[in-house]
């Protein structure tokens, strides 16, 4: 079994939108043109990350969003795994794992210097998968306030 990471183009948009409306609808995200145009944006600039498409013996399998930022506390660029998934028929073969991996060195390759992402609570498959791979909880919670809503101008 052979898998591979390739930054998605424009001849991969079809597949990975419909990868991204399956993966918010599983995880139990709106989606929608802000979405898409948010993963556009992403692909015009690498400076902002990449957006990369897992493939399993050369087949589309799912794929992954890297986006890059700075943190003084973690002493310079950071990245955040935004999107991760794997279509259901790829699943159980050790494509997220074997992903992780990949995405890890991407990221070193890049000049990060830590990487994180979010997990759903209740979501214990995922977080074993974390875990294995050398993922750890920090004993900080993530908040966030939306800039963008009516309700918070």
Same mark, same amino acid.
């Given at each position: ?31 929608? &043109?802000?979405?898409? /145009?948010? #993963?556009?944006?992403?692909? =015009?600039?690498?400076? +902002? $990350? !990449? ?8 087949? &589309?399998?799912?794929? /992954?969003? #890297?986006?890059?930022?700075? =943190?003084?506390?973690? +002493? $310079? !660029? ?76």
């Amino acid at each position: 079994m052979d898998i591979t990471l390739t930054e998605c183009t424009d001849a991969d948009w079809e597949t990975l939108t419909a990868f991204m409306a399956a993966f918010n609808e599983e995880d139990g995200h709106g989606y929608g &043109p802000e979405n898409e /145009a948010a #993963l556009r944006e992403l692909m =015009a600039n690498p400076l +902002h $990350g !990449r957006a990369l498409m897992i493939r399993r013996d050369g087949e &589309p399998a799912g794929y /992954a969003v #890297l986006c890059y930022g700075f =943190a003084v506390e973690f +002493h $310079g !660029r950071d990245g955040f795994l935004d999107e991760i998934y794997v279509a259901p028929a790829h699943r159980g073969y050790g494509v997220a794992a074997h992903a992780l991996e990949d995405l890890v060195e991407i990221a070193r390759t890049d000049g990060l210097k830590a990487l994180h992402l979010e997990v759903m609570d209740g979501n214990e498959g995922a977080m074993r998968l974390y875990r294995r791979a050398g993922w750890e909880f920090r004993p900080a919670r993530t908040m966030t306030r939306y800039l963008t809503r009516e309700s918070d101008r």
